[in-house]
DNA sequence: GACCAGGTAGCAA
DNA sequence: TTGCTACATGGT
């Protein structure tokens, strides 16, 4: 066993662990409590993940944040959580606006993630019409039905499927899964990725609208759920996905924004959140809105 | 028992 | 292009 600890008092504008994992960008870390998105903050508490057949477990206490792994994590985790994304810059750069001051003080060391892209884009065609926690469900179920098991210093972990793996499950057996009408979507993306057809990691050389684009050829994959596989998995940190949240908050705080179609309104919303960090400010109002301010 | 959840595909006009 | 509508499921 590898293990490490990283000082949070040394990442430009902190870092919150909890904030992080649990604010919906990403579905592929299980809290070892099994109580994920259950409300209350709680202490100390350990998440893992499997990232290329490395199990990777951390927990936060105060200012550090502990790691243990089957290899040397830190710049996998580092990755993962975008510990060095300055942060405070980031802050400061956003517009004078005061959902986005309210949102960026209420919640300060929350980041965004950097996800496996095939693992994110099936967390997101699972998203469609679903609260959190059941995504979060999902993706667990596909995992301990089809992806690698790994056992690690006792409890066995399980690693999200690979392409291969989840385009050998049928409708039928994700239906019985409870992914509902998102199952042909889910069987039929793993397909074209497994076949070689097109990787949703092809679209970080692209434009951003071009890379947009090319993640809807997809089955299951619309503008919204393609801008959050750009913002959570591809660096893409100017993405603003245009989800339920978003758009009451569009229609609440800038209803100027609101232009029609989604292209141009994502064009607007898009500016009006800072331009090239506005996925960040997004994730912050999101979170914000959805959890009530607290 | 409605209503809703990080929407999309398929089809008509 | 734009504007419907059907689509599964579980929690409140």
């Known amino acids: 066993m590898e293990t490490g600890k990283l000082s949070c008092a040394d990442l430009a504008g902190g870092f919150d662990l909890y904030l992080t994992l649990e604010s919906g ?14 409300g209350e903050r709680p202490p100390g508490v350990w998440y893992s993940t499997v990232v290329d057949g490395d199990v990777i477990r951390v927990r936060q206490q105060g200012d550090v944040l502990e790691w243990e792994s089957t290899t040397d994590a830190d710049p996998i985790i580092r990755r993962l959580l975008c510990l060095d994304d300055d942060l405070d810059d980031i802050v400061a750069r956003a517009p004078p606006d005061p959902l986005i001051r ?4 209420a919640h300060r060391g929350l980041r965004l993630v950097e996800d496996p892209p095939f693992g994110c884009l099936i967390s997101f065609i699972c998203s469609a019409q679903m609260r959190v926690s059941r995504i979060h469900s999902m993706t667990a179920s596909l995992a301990v039905e089809y992806g690698d098991t790994i056992e690690f210093d006792g409890p066995t972990y399980h690693a ?27 069987v039929r993306t793993a397909e074209m990725v497994a076949d070689g057809e097109a990787h949703p990691g092809k679209a970080r050389d692209l434009e951003y609208e071009d890379a947009r684009e090319y993640l809807t050829q997809f089955v299951g994959v619309g503008e919204k759920v393609a801008d959050c596989v750009l913002l959570f998995s591809l660096g893409f940190e100017e993405a603003v996905p245009l989800d339920t949240w978003i758009k009451t908050a569009i229609e609440e ?3 100027d924004c609101d232009r029609g179609s989604y292209a141009e309104t994502s064009k607007a919303i898009r500016k009006r959140l800072g331009g090239e960090y506005a996925g960040y400010a997004q994730t912050y109002v999101f979170h914000h809105l959805r959890t009530g301010g607290r």
């Open 25 to 38: 960008q990403t579905y592929l870390w299980r809290r070892e409590d099994g109580d994920m998105y259950g």
């Open 253 to 255: 705080y800038f209803p």
């Open 102 to 105: 309210e949102a960026y003080d």
């Open 160 to 186: 999200f499927p690979t392409p291969d793996q989840l385009a050998t499950a049928t409708e039928a057996e994700l239906r019985d899964l409870g992914l509902g009408y998102r199952a042909p979507y889910v």
